[in-house]
């Protein structure tokens, strides 16, 4: 055998056993954090443009049934969602059914105007952006709702903490039924403040409620639901099988709970803002996304192309965190690292893919009320993991 493919084999045989060494490392450390028992749960994968390199579960998916956090456990991922809304516009832009410099008026069914000002129009880029000059106001609370509200007393959801006592007041409503209330000047949640000081295409704000719109102007293009789009053209072709927008989708048996300070389980929500945070998924499942992202960027994939990828996660804009930048619904850390983050109430999620090593690793929490530290060390293990491995 030629000396060559003889010094290949050799790194072929040995770069498992010397990743091996790392990820030992890593869930050392990992189950020492576990250990301190300041999560309820967690889950964490790490992956490149191949596939998924490591994965596990830490805790807890159930505390009272003792059910353990596994890589397949599944819980919403709050805005790291908004990663997908993304994808599909740029989908629909290739596809030459949408433009990013459209007005958003062009697609709805009503009319969306920037009270200040009447004559700037908003487009699909200042929504994926963040820069619409969209406020999401008091009544953001509004589009969360208990899927089965008459199991709970207020008593109850009281001792359960977080924002589960408002949550029962809300009603369920579709994201387009959910918009009129807050865009049109007779719609219930609609106040001037819904709206920033600062015209469109100006300044970046944050806004879920702008990502449900973007969501919406997808609904209206397609003919179909968000939910059903991303199903059939993201998440199936990934093999994302157990994974969607409400949790009729999702194999009962993989469903975990969710936790705030009182460490009583959560009730199950849902969000007719969905498309800005509702996904339910598991780490190996959005490992599976990320990894297809990774290798989208580069090469292209099965749900987009290279060069649709590239104008997708290109940053745009200064966000408000000082560094940090924004594309269209990837945003890009002062540090590099390009992704997303997501919070809700009973979770935490981090997704983020170092540009220059090409390997993201992914976090999920099935608690929002440790201390940040905590979700932040488990981040950092997993990065520290990454580095290693690539030397």
Request: hydrophobic share 35%; aromatic share 12%; proline share 4%.
């Amino acid at each position: 055998m030629p000396k060559f493919f003889l010094f290949v084999l050799t790194c072929l045989i040995y770069l498992p056993a010397f990743a091996q060494t790392y990820f030992d490392t890593l869930q050392t450390r990992l189950a020492a954090i576990e250990a301190r028992n300041e999560l309820p749960g967690f889950g964490v994968a790490i992956v490149n443009g191949t596939g998924i390199l490591y994965e596990n579960g830490f805790g807890y998916a159930d505390l009272r049934a003792k059910a353990s956090y596994t890589e397949h456990t599944v819980q919403n991922v709050g805005s790291v969602s908004k990663t997908l809304i993304g994808i599909a516009l740029q989908q629909l832009v290739d596809e030459g059914l949408l433009n990013w410099d459209d007005s958003i008026n062009e697609h709805l069914d009503f009319r969306v105007v920037h009270p200040r000002f009447p004559e700037q129009p908003i487009l699909l880029k200042h929504l994926a952006s963040h820069t619409a000059g969209i406020n999401d106001g008091k009544y953001y609370d509004a589009a969360y709702s208990l899927l089965e509200p008459e199991r709970y007393t207020l008593k109850e959801l009281k001792a359960i903490g977080t924002e589960t006592p408002k949550m029962r007041k809300s009603k369920s409503m579709t994201i387009g039924e959910y918009c009129r209330r807050f865009f049109l000047k007779d719609g219930a949640f609609y106040r001037k403040n819904n709206f920033t000081k600062y015209p469109p295409g100006e300044r970046y704000v944050y806004s879920n409620v702008g990502a449900a719109l973007a969501g919406y102007v997808l609904e209206r293009v397609t003919g179909q639901s968000f939910a059903d789009y991303t199903r059939a053209r993201i998440l199936k072709p990934l093999g994302m099988n157990n994974s969607g927008w409400s949790y009729d989708v999702i194999d009962p048996e993989t469903i975990g709970e969710i936790y705030g300070k009182s460490r009583l389980a959560l009730p199950h929500y849902t969000l007719a803002t969905y498309p800005d945070g509702g996904l339910l998924t598991s780490v190996h499942q959005l490992g599976l996304y990320l990894s297809a992202s990774i290798r989208g960027k580069r090469e292209g994939n099965e749900i987009l192309s290279r060069e649709g990828y590239r104008e997708l996660m290109e940053p745009v804009v200064q966000s408000d965190k000082g560094g940090d930048r924004y594309g269209y619904f990837w945003e890009t850390m002062s540090s590099g690292f390009s992704g997303h983050s997501g919070g809700d109430p009973g979770i935490v999620t981090l997704m983020y893919v170092d540009p220059k090593t090409e390997l993201g690793a992914i976090a999920f929490f099935n608690s929002s009320a440790a201390k940040k530290n905590a979700y932040a060390e488990v981040f950092r293990e997993l990065i520290r993991a990454a580095r290693k491995i690539n030397r």
